[in-house]
Every structure is written in C-alpha cells, then in structure tokens.
C-alpha cells in the first residue's frame, strides 16, 4: 500500500519554528512533484509551498522567506522549514504527492493524513 506519512506538527508560539516532515512509502517507482497545503478552520485548502523532482520550488506569497520546502529523493521525504510562525499559520498541513507506483503500473495523486500546526500569540 502506497501511502504518505506526515510527521512534526504541534504548538509552538508566535516566532518559532517547526519542521513537517512527509515520507512515501510502499511499491513506487518514482516520485513527481510534492507539496504542501494547508487548511485552516473554516477556510479552503490552500498551496503552501511545492516542489519539482528536480527541486524547482515555488511558495504561496504568504510564506515567502518564512518557509523553506525541500526534499530527499533518496528517503521518498519531503520537508517543510518554517519559521518566524504567525498565529495565522494554524491549520491542519497536507502533503500532497504524484507517484508512478508499481503492482500495477499508475500513476497516483496522494494526500497526507494532516499534521496540526497551533501558533499561539
């Protein structure tokens, strides 16, 4: 079974850092690009940050020089810096993935199970 597994969420206080962590696992053959959202109480789901197979990145501007997405090809893991939290970067964060997975040949779009990320004031 091909899953994602997120990891590094919690409270922390207005001005602090964490670090997300999301590792594939199972039959895959490749991964494409992988990114993180997030969803806040009563809110859609927005891009927090993506990046490509060959670490191209891009960020929502709301993160931009708070937040850092990178990735080991070799652990299938994505992560995710952030740092200088605000009380309005509470949400649940998503990983989200394209895999070509094997047993049988596909492709896949993934989503995490949601890490909860509290910044308190």
């Known amino acids: 079974q091909v899953q994602l597994v997120e990891s590094g969420g919690g409270l922390v206080q207005a001005g602090g850092s964490l670090r997300l962590s999301c590792r594939a696992s199972?039959?895959?053959?490749?991964?494409?690009?992988m990114g993180w959202y997030r969803q806040a109480p009563g809110k859609q789901r927005e891009l927090v940050a993506r990046?490509?197979?060959?670490?191209?990145?891009n960020y929502a501007d709301f993160v931009k020089g708070r937040f850092t997405i990178s990735r080991d090809n070799a652990k299938n893991t994505v992560y995710l810096q952030m740092a200088s939290l605000k009380p309005e970067d509470t949400a649940v964060y998503y990983c989200?993935?394209?895999?070509?997975?094997?047993?049988?040949?596909?492709?896949?779009?993934?989503w995490g199970q949601g890490t909860l990320v509290t910044v308190s004031s």
């Open positions: 989200n993935a394209g895999l070509v997975v094997l047993t049988p040949y596909r492709y896949l779009e993934l």
């Open positions: 199972g039959s895959i053959f490749s991964i494409n690009a």
């Open positions: 990046i490509t197979s060959g670490g191209s990145t």
